[in-house]
């Protein structure tokens, strides 16, 4: 074998086993996630990174990977769901505190009925987290459950007060004031706990805006003469809402479509899209006290 083969050999395998890290990366975009924290359970500083950048890279698709990522990992989902709303972890990505929320919910219907300790542990941890996040959200009924099964088990087992997690003083405020008859908005009651060096959360995202969420949703006025049809595809427009759920911008995704459809005629579609989403109304979102703007996706089926 002469040089110039022996050259490109190298460079061939070279390129195999980038390619192959990545496949991987793609196939396990949180890989370096678990990576940081195998070198220590407390690094979350160095964990939260690579999961932000891989959620940036994820874009539209990061929340079913996130979900697959996390199973039913109790442990994962603790720490995901921090990752999602604490400002030191989110590396200038927009909060995501209902997804956050749901996620401690996955995890409390997992360790409902376990009675072995570390599940107690773990359950009235959640508890708690869910509790603080409904609240926020002012979603109070449920905020109110949360902290009332938390409650009952710390008040059956004092060693359980080991797993109350260690939040900030408006975090502390508004568990505290939840359930409280003078604070109908906890969130609201406490904005006076806030550091004065928080960053005041302006927009949050929302991945898929929830039909709950909706209270109108126009159907496009597809083009005349598209080979459109019921079940023929997607198209996929992501909305800014401001604080009184109205659209304040929008910007088509992308979908799926059959193959027929040509550049012009998909290009139609998309303005049909647009323009049906521009003229939708939501709910107004609170957060944190606040009215907040809300990004998120809406799909319209053609």
Same mark, same amino acid.
């Not at 195998?38 to 891989?54: D, E």
């Not at 902290?147 to 900030?168: I, N, Q, W």
């Given at each position: 074998?002469?040089?110039?083969?022996?050259?490109?050999?190298?460079?061939?395998?070279?390129?195999?086993?980038?390619?192959?890290?990545? &496949?991987?990366?793609?196939?396990?975009?949180?890989?370096?996630?678990?990576?940081?924290? /195998?070198?220590?359970?407390?690094?979350?500083? #160095?964990?939260?990174?690579?999961?932000?950048?891989?959620?940036?890279?994820?874009?539209?698709?990061?929340?079913?990977?996130?979900?697959?990522?996390?199973?039913?990992?109790?442990?994962?989902?603790?720490?995901?769901?921090?990752?999602?709303?604490?400002?030191?972890?989110?590396?200038?990505?927009?909060?995501?505190?209902?997804?956050?929320?749901?996620?401690?919910?996955?995890?409390?219907?997992?360790?409902?009925?376990?009675?072995?300790?570390?599940?107690?542990?773990?359950?009235?941890?959640?508890?708690?987290?869910?509790?603080?996040?409904?609240?926020?959200?002012?979603?109070?009924?449920? #905020?109110?459950?949360?902290?009332?099964?938390?409650?009952?088990?710390?008040?059956?087992?004092?060693?359980?007060?080991?797993? +109350?997690?260690?939040?900030?003083?408006?975090?502390?405020? +508004?568990?505290?004031?939840?359930?409280?008859?003078?604070?109908?908005?906890?969130?609201?009651?406490?904005?006076?706990?806030?550091?004065?060096?928080?960053?005041?959360?302006?927009?949050?995202? +929302?991945?898929?805006?929830?039909?709950?969420?909706?209270?109108? /949703?126009?159907?496009?006025?597809?083009?005349?003469? #598209?080979?459109?049809?019921?079940?023929?595809?997607?198209?996929?427009?992501?909305?800014?809402?401001?604080?009184?759920?109205?659209?304040?911008?929008?910007?088509?995704?992308?979908?799926?479509?059959?193959?027929?459809?040509?550049?012009?005629?998909?290009?139609?579609?998309?303005? &049909? #899209?647009?323009?049906? &989403?521009?003229? &939708?109304?939501?709910?107004?979102?609170?957060?944190?006290?606040?009215?907040?703007?809300?990004?998120?996706?809406?799909?319209?089926?053609?």
């Amino acid at each position: 074998m002469n040089r110039t083969q022996s050259a490109v050999r190298i460079a061939c395998m070279v390129f195999l086993l980038s390619g192959a890290g990545v &496949a991987q990366e793609i196939a396990q975009p949180f890989a370096s996630v678990d990576a940081a924290f /195998k070198k220590g359970r407390l690094r979350w500083t #160095a964990a939260s990174g690579p999961f932000q950048a891989a959620r940036t890279q994820l874009g539209e698709n990061f929340e079913p990977a996130l979900w697959r990522y996390l199973a039913d990992d109790v442990d994962k989902q603790d720490r995901i769901a921090n990752f999602l709303t604490y400002p030191g972890y989110l590396h200038g990505n927009l909060p995501m505190p209902d997804l956050a929320r749901r996620i401690n919910l996955k995890s409390l219907s997992l360790l409902k009925g376990k009675t072995d300790l570390s599940s107690r542990v773990a359950f009235v941890t959640a508890s708690i987290n869910a509790a603080v996040e409904s609240a926020e959200l002012e979603l109070t009924p449920e #905020a109110q459950q949360h902290k009332s099964d938390a409650e009952r088990m710390l008040a059956a087992d004092k060693f359980l007060r080991t797993a +109350v997690p260690a939040m900030e003083d408006y975090d502390n405020c +508004v568990y505290d004031a939840i359930g409280d008859s003078k604070d109908a908005s906890p969130a609201s009651a406490c904005l006076g706990k806030k550091a004065a060096s928080d960053t005041k959360v302006t927009m949050i995202e +929302v991945g898929e805006i929830p039909a709950e969420n909706i209270v109108s /949703k126009p159907k496009p006025q597809w083009p005349k003469g #598209a080979k459109a049809g019921v079940g023929a595809g997607t198209l996929k427009v992501q909305v800014v809402i401001d604080g009184l759920g109205k659209v304040e911008s929008v910007e088509a995704l992308g979908g799926s479509s059959p193959l027929e459809h040509g550049a012009l005629e998909h290009g139609a579609l998309e303005d &049909a #899209a647009l323009a049906a &989403a521009r003229k &939708a109304r939501f709910e107004r979102t609170m957060y944190q006290g606040d009215a907040v703007k809300v990004r998120g996706w809406l799909t319209f089926a053609y």
